[in-house]
């Protein structure tokens, strides 16, 4: 499956189309849950190339989480070039059911256009210093600026599993080293006084306006209240710096 909208298709320097996916393993005829998380899941890219009238596609190896360290896995994995040959995996992981351990984002960086990848390991700041993030999508968006973005949430504290899913960021990612640069970071919208922290900032889109060049966010103000849920559907304009 998809991993929302973060795994969005890419197109390679070649002119393959390359497919970031989730892939939900068995055993003995059973999904396979090592974790004991909500769900367990490997992340690949499929690679598309044209052939005629046909689409042919390969795969990457899977990228597969620890148990003892993520207990959903490898989930809802986002992808970017950050040149020629090397592309750049960002994924979801969870301390779900074990909020002792840390909760992270994963990357992986292939070196050989997205065919093979890595074992995936916490990403963190180009200073090697660590970030909290909950079990939530995330995005890389590329810009004419040459930059490349992230777009998700970083937290103060460890999470646990799924929240809190604020505050919401953007940030940009050093192109060399595949790592966040922290002091690029800018923080987009939060909870807000008076709010309910179960406030979810996350399951978005986002795109670059190609007349303005700002990054454009679509995101619901989500509020997954017990008797109901409510939010507001909001539209951010973000200047790209």
């Not at 598309?48 to 046909?54: P, Q, T």
Request: proline share 8%; with cysteine.
């Amino acid at each position: 499956m998809l991993g929302d909208h973060g795994s969005a298709p890419v197109t390679a320097p070649n002119g393959d189309i390359l497919l970031p996916l989730e892939i939900f393993p068995a055993k003995d005829g059973k999904l396979y849950n090592p974790g004991g998380g909500y769900t367990w899941s490997d992340a690949a890219v499929i690679h598309g190339r044209w052939k005629g009238a046909d689409l042919e596609w390969t795969i990457s190896n899977l990228v597969q989480g620890d148990p003892a360290v993520t207990t959903r896995g490898m989930v809802e994995p986002t992808i970017a070039f950050l040149d020629r040959n090397r592309v750049l995996m960002v994924l979801r992981g969870s301390n779900d059911k074990n909020t002792k351990l840390p909760g992270y984002k994963w990357y992986s960086v292939s070196t050989d256009g997205g065919r093979t990848f890595p074992p995936a390991s916490p990403w963190t700041f180009t200073s090697g210093q660590n970030f909290f993030s909950p079990s939530a999508c995330s995005y890389l968006l590329p810009h004419s600026n040459g930059k490349l973005y992230w777009l998700g949430n970083i937290t103060p504290g460890n999470p646990k599993g799924n929240r809190p899913r604020y505050p919401f960021v953007i940030a940009e990612v050093d192109k060399v080293t595949g790592l966040l640069n922290q002091q690029s970071a800018r923080q987009i919208d939060t909870r807000q006084n008076g709010e309910n922290d179960i406030l979810t900032l996350s399951n978005f889109y986002a795109h670059e306006d190609r007349e303005s060049k700002d990054v454009v966010l679509y995101m619901t103000r989500l509020f997954a209240l017990p008797d109901g849920w409510e939010g507001d559907a909001m539209r951010y304009r973000i200047p790209a710096n």
